[in-house]
């Protein structure tokens, strides 16, 4: 059984698209083992409530530093001793300590073709943003594994998306995440519980 932990910033939809995977045995292997948010109160922490799965909330906010949160933030990933981390939506540098620790164990999901319209300063809507005013006509998802870099590390799995003459970047967000970001994400995971 792979352990994973899920770690989170919003509202979820993703960390929803693993749950429902695993729930339906369309990810096999696989047991979810915490869920750890940046920020109290967001929708994400309800979601692992509702679906019986341990939580936490470590945000910066409670931290004199940066350090002491990265230590506290790395403490608590140990705590669920996951053999791999899944960045759902989570806005927040990956201290190198954690990136050190776990090497080729965590992955994200970004939501454009990497390596379009990512790296520092895109993410969530902004990207969408980015890509329309660029007049890009294919977008996508992409799920690949963390490295030092922002959005660098190796590619494991893409889906694109096409881009419709009055797309808006809400609109397009929500398609990218319907048809690709919540398949892709739960294809990831079992590609790795099960190779
Ligand atoms: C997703 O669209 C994800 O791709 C994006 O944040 C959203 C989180 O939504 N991540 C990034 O932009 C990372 N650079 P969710 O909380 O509903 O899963």
């Known amino acids: ?21 695993v729930a339906d045995k369309t990810v ?9 948010s940046n920020n109290y109160g967001v929708y994400a922490l309800e979601r692992a409530k ?3 799965i341990d939580s936490a909330v470590v945000s910066p906010k ?14 608590k990933v140990n ?16 201290p190198e300590k954690m990136i050190d620790a776990y090497e080729n164990k965590i ?3 970004h939501p454009s073709l990497i390596p379009s319209f990512c790296g520092t300063g895109y993410y969530g809507l902004k990207v969408h943003e980015a890509a329309l005013e660029r007049g890009v006509k ?24 096409y881009v419709k003459e009055d797309d808006t970047p809400k609109t397009l967000q929500q398609r990218v995440m319907e048809e690709a970001e919540w398949k892709l994400l739960p294809a990831a995971i079992n590609k790795i519980a099960n190779s």
């Open 138 to 161: 294919v977008t996508g998802a992409t799920v690949h594994y963390v490295d030092k870099g922002t959005d660098t590390g190796p590619i494991i799995m893409q889906k694109a998306v």
């Open 79 to 94: 705590s669920y001793k996951p053999d791999l981390i899944v960045l759902a939506g989570f806005l927040v540098v990956i």
């Open 50 to 52: 509702n679906a019986g």
């Open 28 to 36: 096999t292997n696989t047991q979810i083992v915490g869920v750890i």
């Open 62 to 75: 409670d931290f004199e530093n940066r350090k002491a949160f990265n230590d506290a933030l790395l403490e």
């Open 1 to 21: 059984m792979l352990r994973v932990v899920v770690m989170v910033s919003g509202g979820g939809t993703n960390l929803q698209a693993i749950i429902d995977a």
């Open 107 to 109: 992955i994200n999901i």
